[in-house]
């Protein structure tokens, strides 16, 4: 990942790297100076300091003498190596994982004490919570950092993002350079991936944001239950000066600040909490809301949006600004890209392109799309889900995509390693008899959406969910250039000659 240029970092010396870390033992000279850390023995370069981490399948520990040989002057490790360089520093702590995110922080000036960083976790609406945040602060006259699944952002300079939350020696470089850049708050999507791994470790955040917890990851976590206490995690590591919002309409919201130090904060639309939203108007083009006793309107729509712009009211509320500003603010926001991304075509169906890959995320948009229609038009939904992840879903997703779709065309997402026919029948045992009529599977994601578009007739509305903005598929380790909205506009423009 190539990161925006920070000529403000040198070399720093180990015993300052090392300031408020717990340390079992040193053996060697701590006033070495360091230039860069490292934690992939392969990127080791001159005078770095490399943290040996024990992995699901690599002990870093074995890589302790080759990273010597590259040029390493300094190693931290759970446990020393039998034969020590007298050349070299060696730092003896609990857990390597752990403290990279201290000494990441440290290196490059603690740069999450120097703004507010706000961090938003849930199943849905991260991403899009995050980046609504990032322009809705930018409305308010703030250039702020948006770490999100999409991009990295840094006021005005974008570069894309490769992982939902990426390595923590990144973070805090990012973060540096938002300092550097003059940013006064950074917006960044908090991922179970990137809790579990240790990835936030070192950060203070001044607020931390809830959406929901559903369905998801159970490939990794395993468990619902050990998912559940992975973002609580986040939660319990809070400070006491943060802040915690959470969604008290979720079963899971008031759990996540059960244990934590933070000041608690609750929002909803169902029951009593310090942020209220109220749907007034929904249609196609935008929705009439009202938070907390002031309507507005804003050109997103679909429940779920009325979620995650209430979060965005509530954050922008505990970090002090007026809610009438605030909600100024928010009208003025576009949909974010590949999320309930809407477009009519000149032959009057209307499309509709959403990262929707969850059964929950699925039964939102669904649900938003019918709550609209007038049930004169037909919804054709186009899926699948991704190959190499969590199999329990996919029946899930099969039922409920029948079960609220006029027609629902069962497709390729990201196959990965599997064989797309195999995902295809572990999607359809999930449909009920009553919706066998309702459905057909076409392997072949182009063929699938050409079959959407010449199935539908005018007013029909056709929603292609799972991708969103990805502009890719992934097959056998290969990713093949695929736009679901590209591929929509290209067909369409073929099939209506």
Known sequence: ?????????????????????????????????????????????????????????????????????????????????????????????????????????????????????????????????????????????????????????????????????????????????????????????????????????????????????????????????EYLKTKKRFFDQLEDTAIAITNVDDKNGNVMLQNTKATKKSYALKTMADFHGKSLEVDFNGMLLNFNGKEFWTTLTGKFNVYNLLLVFGIASELGFEQDEILQAISKLKRVSGRFETFKSDGGIFFIVDYAHTPDALENILDSINDIRTKNERLITVFGCGGDRDHSKRPEMGNIATKKSTLAIITSDNPRTEDPAVIIKEIEAGVEPQNFSKYTSIPDRREAIKMAIKFSEPKDIVLVAGKGHENYQEINGVKHHFDDKETINELWKLMSK
């Open 1 to 225: 990942m190539k990161i925006f240029e920070n000529k403000s970092i040198k070399e720093m010396q180990l015993n300052e790297l090392l300031r408020r870390i717990p340390v079992l033992e040193i053996h060697g000279d701590d006033t070495r100076e360091i230039s860069e850390l490292v934690f992939d023995s392969r990127k080791v370069t001159e005078n770095s300091l490399y943290i040996a981490m024990r992995g699901t399948v690599v002990d870093g520990h074995s890589f302790i003498a080759s990273s010597v040989e590259k040029g390493a002057k300094a190693i931290v490790c759970e446990e020393f190596p039998k034969n020590l360089d007298e050349n070299i520093t060696y730092v003896k702590v609990k857990d390597s994982s752990k403290t990279l995110g201290q000494l990441a922080s440290n290196f490059y000036g603690n740069p999450s004490e120097k703004l507010k960083l706000i961090g938003v976790t849930g199943t849905n609406g991260k991403t899009s919570v995050s980046t609504l945040l990032f322009d809705v602060f930018k409305n308010l006259g703030y250039d702020s950092a948006l770490l999100s699944t999409v991009e990295i952002r840094i006021g005005d300079k974008i570069i894309p993002a490769t992982h939902t939350t990426p390595d923590v020696i990144t973070i805090n470089k990012i973060l540096a350079q938002a300092v550097e850049e003059g940013c006064d708050f950074a917006f960044m999507e908090v991922s179970s991936h990137g809790i579990a791994q240790n990835r936030i470790e070192g950060l203070h955040f001044k607020v931390a944001g809830f959406t929901n917890l559903t369905h998801d990851h159970l490939d990794y976590h395993k468990t619902f239950d």
